[in-house]
């Protein structure tokens, strides 16, 4: 081993016993000058998680914790994944189930249609034959297309409203050129409403860079500068993940955490500023600017329903009837009739009503954490935005209630639930006037916005390459 790789390993092992410290307490642990501590510390905090605090005499802590490597999942983390992958296994091989049970009942309809344009051309003009260009064939082809077909979604992301007036993002879906609405708008295609009937529509998926993204683009748009604060604004993290994830991009950009003389953390990215390019890698979207879009049962329309249902509650029908001997036919083998007409597609048509009626009690459990975090994130916009330190609950609750665009009517009981959170995650205070009124009260957010605002007033940092001074391709 190196000299290095033996002191990083001190420092390690200093950090385990010591878990919360300031540079000069590992110094003195572990022997090194506290510039090489410093170093080493740095140098840890891109495989460690890590959060720091700030004295009221500017002293930085460092809290390692358990010494939590950075994107290692929790126990928690796995079993969902586990169960993700498991539910995405069962969805495929359930939509192409679904496909060899229409395309079973779809031989029977393209006959019935064969059968009716080769009477139709009949009666028409027997001399021409089969014609490719008739218009029985041609229906016969667009219908054809509306059920073998498997892309569910377009990619392309849309922004429509709830019924309370939040906006989302969703994706456009796949069109179909046979079923169109009186108004001549195009519906889903017919075997997505059934893959939706049963699994429910595709929600929005965030890029998993996306919070990295806007960081860095911040930063390059803010001087190189950005606080703890900013960023929980930005990807809306709670708690200390804030603060992980804060010293998570300062590894990422090589930035430098410093401390103002007001006490306030911010992290500085001279180095991040270099390039020739200033346009945004994406656009900059605050937490509270993305709400959550509502959990569908299927976002089919009545009609497309009612198709649905009554075709497979034939199929339940039919089967039941072969399972319970009141359809018989003579065959060869009466067990395999049994099977392939009986348990097979009662099977398949129980769980094709079984499953939606499970995600609807789901549904509804995730509905009301889903309006939680909405309302949370219109708290997040009126603490973050307001001038005032002081906000009474009344305030809030005029504030959220008043807006012309979201009619979703928030009372105390859900503010003062999730205000409880937001007051710790902001360190604001809570206390009662002498009205007996309950107040919040925010000055350290306030103050951190002041500071930041007066270091990038004075900083001349910008996104920047200097002179070149030697080019490889000049003569």
């Known amino acids: 081993m190196t ?12 950090i385990k016993k010591l878990r919360t410290f300031t540079i000069q307490d590992l110094a003195g642990h572990t022997g090194f000058s506290t510039f090489d501590t410093k170093i080493g510390v740095e140098t840890l905090m891109k495989k460690y998680a890590c959060r720091m605090e700030v004295t009221d005499r500017g002293e930085l802590i460092y809290d390692f914790g358990g010494l939590v490597r950075r994107g290692r999942k929790t126990f928690r983390e796995r079993v969902n994944e586990i169960a993700g992958l498991m539910w995405r296994a ?22 019935l249609l064969l059968i009716v344009a080769v009477a139709s051309m009949r009666g028409d003009d027997r001399d021409q ?5 008739s218009g029985a064939f041609l229906i016969i082809i667009r219908v054809l297309s509306e059920f073998f077909f498997w892309k569910t979604i377009t990619g392309d992301l849309t922004y429509q409203r709830d019924r309370h007036g939040y906006r989302y993002r969703q994706y456009k879906p796949v069109t179909s050129d046979l079923f169109k609405s009186k108004s001549s708008s195009k519906k889903k295609k017919f075997i997505i409403s059934v893959f939706d009937y049963v699994f429910g529509p595709h929600r929005a998926e965030i890029h998993p860079f996306e919070n990295q ?4 683009t911040f930063i390059r748009e803010n001087k190189g500068i950005i606080t703890i604060e900013e960023i929980r604004a930005l990807a809306g993290w709670k708690g200390k993940r804030a603060d992980e994830f804060f010293t998570e991009m300062i590894s990422s950009f090589d930035g430098e955490i410093k401390v103002s003389d007001q006490g306030v953390i911010y992290g500085e990215f001279s180095d991040f500023l270099s390039g020739k390019h200033t346009e945004k890698s994406t656009n900059i979207v605050f937490y509270w600017d993305e709400f959550e879009p509502e959990y569908l049962l299927n976002g089919n329309s009545t009609q497309q329903n009612m198709i649905i249902t009554g075709m497979n509650l034939f ?3 039919m089967s039941f009837g072969v399972l319970s001997g009141r359809l018989q036919m003579s065959v060869e083998s009466a067990q395999s009739f049994q099977i392939y007409f009986g348990v097979i597609p009662f099977v398949y048509s129980s769980l094709f009503f079984l499953i939606p009626l499970a995600r609807s009690f789901i549904n509804s459990m995730r509905e009301k954490q889903r309006h939680l975090n909405n309302v949370r994130k219109r708290l997040m ?7 005032r330190t002081e906000m009474p609950l ?7 209630n008043s807006s012309q665009e979201i009619t979703d009517k928030v009372d105390p009981k859900n503010i003062k639930q999730l205000m409880s959170d937001e007051v710790y995650d902001w360190k604001g205070e809570l206390f009662v006037d002498d009205n007996a009124a309950l ?37």
Not at 3 to 14: G, H, M, N, P, V
Not at 381 to 387: G, L, P, R, W
Not at 450 to 463: F, G, N, W
Request: glycine content about 4%; charged content about 20%.
């Open 394 to 400: 009344m305030h809030l609750e005029q504030q959220l």
């Open 381 to 387: 916009k009126e603490i973050y935005q307001n001038i």
């Open 213 to 216: 993204r806007e960081v860095a």
């Open 315 to 317: 199929v339940l029908l």
């Open 129 to 133: 034959g089969f014609n490719m260009n």
């Open 3 to 14: 000299t290095q790789q033996i002191e990083l390993a001190s420092i390690e092992q200093a």
């Open 439 to 475: 107040v919040y009260d925010f000055t350290l957010l306030r103050e951190s916005q002041a500071e930041v605002k007066r270091i990038r007033e004075k900083s001349r940092s910008s996104v920047t390459t200097g002179q070149t001074v030697f080019d490889t391709g000049a003569n």
């Open 90 to 111: 069962f969805t495929y091989f359930f939509k192409v189930w679904i496909m060899v049970m229409l395309v079973g009942y779809f031989v029977v309809f393209v006959i």
